[in-house]
């Protein structure tokens, strides 16, 4: 059948006429199918909602237990069918629950992509390529000056500074979900087996994730109580990149300010947020790795959403692929 019919874009976001079903939508809806926990993608109000557990799980943290009248949990790998559209859920490596989601029907797939990225990450499942005739790819990063370096090589500039400014506190922001606890797994991978200070908004969700499995090794509250001193010289400390802004960080023994995302690529963005150690760490694909996801699953036709989609459209027409970009609204890089 013809995929418009399966799956098109509305102003409250993909909608499968024949499921009756949203895919990530902006508003809330009757049924929605929710590929991970970012706000730009996992809002609550919806009055069904199908995801992963984990995702339910952190929605559920983020929200409240009230975040939907009715969830309903998915297994990667596993196939639900809604009026008669087969629905399944398939890492997407980007957060800890984070899906791509295949649609199926009268013999057309098409598959969501969500957010992902192709990078080695171990706090969550690895993206799985999933053969498709259409594929709705992010493009976050999608022009060709984004190539992100190792995230390993970035966090080794976060321990030569704490070696070098052993005096100075190293604050990083990160993003709650997914980059905070990706940001962590790496400092411990590179060895570092001291404490990591926590901002009080990130303890719940990290919490959660070493509930799941994933190690982040000793955690402790940011908190003055008890210390001699405003103390943390040398200690590494992480919170939401708001908090930087405010009293919270003036807390800390002349603190360096560090930043993990992909957008530390683009010197103006370090700048603009009075960012002194940026680090080129991002939970998206980069241009090159875009290009190779769709090579590899060599769908018939590509569309591209929430990002630079032009420019990757171009790339697809070029490589002999249909292309076209959605221009969804309402999604953001919370993520990264």
Not at 178 to 205: C, E, M, N, W
Not at 271 to 287: A, F, M, N, T
Request: proline residues 6%; glycine residues 10%; negative net charge.
């Amino acid at each position: 059948m013809k995929a418009d019919l399966l799956l098109h874009p509305t102003p409250a976001g993909l909608h499968c006429p024949i499921g009756s079903f949203y895919v990530d939508p902006v508003r809330p809806v009757d049924r929605a199918l929710i590929t991970h926990g970012h706000s730009d993608h996992a809002r609550a109000g919806h009055r069904h909602v199908l995801a992963t557990r984990q995702t339910l799980d952190i929605m559920k943290i983020r929200y409240g237990a009230g975040f939907c009248q009715q969830e309903q949990a998915i297994a990667f790998g596993d196939t639900v069918h809604i009026d008669g559209v087969a629905v399944s859920f398939h890492p997407a490596g980007h957060v800890l629950g984070s899906a791509q989601i295949a649609i199926e029907h009268a013999g057309t797939r098409i598959v969501v992509s969500g957010d992902y990225k192709r990078g080695d990450d171990q706090t969550c499942a690895g993206f799985e390529p999933v053969a498709c005739d259409v594929f709705i790819t992010e493009a976050t990063f999608g022009l060709p000056v984004f190539h992100h370096p190792d995230p390993l090589r970035e966090t080794a500039k976060l321990l030569h500074s704490i070696a070098q400014f052993p005096g100075r506190s190293h604050l990083v922001g990160a993003y709650a979900l997914g980059k905070a606890q990706r940001v962590i797994s790496l400092i411990r991978r590179s060895g570092y087996d001291r404490p990591i200070f926590l901002h009080g908004a990130l303890t719940r969700l990290c919490d959660y994730y070493q509930e799941q499995g994933v190690d982040l090794g000793d955690l402790r509250p940011a908190t003055i109580e008890g210390r001699k001193g405003p103390g943390f010289e040398g200690e590494i400390i992480i919170g939401p990149p708001s908090a930087f802004n405010d009293r919270w960080a003036r807390r800390f023994t002349d603190p360096l300010i560090a930043f993990a995302s992909g957008w530390m690529m683009v010197r103006q963005r370090a700048k603009q947020r009075g960012v002194e150690l940026p680090l080129v760490i991002s939970d998206h694909c980069d241009w090159p790795e875009l290009k190779a996801t769709i090579s590899e699953i060599r769908p018939a036709e590509v569309w591209v959403t929430h990002g630079r989609e032009e420019a990757l459209v171009r790339w697809c027409e070029l490589a002999g692929i249909a292309a076209r970009p959605l221009h969804l609204v309402g999604y953001e890089d919370e993520g990264d």
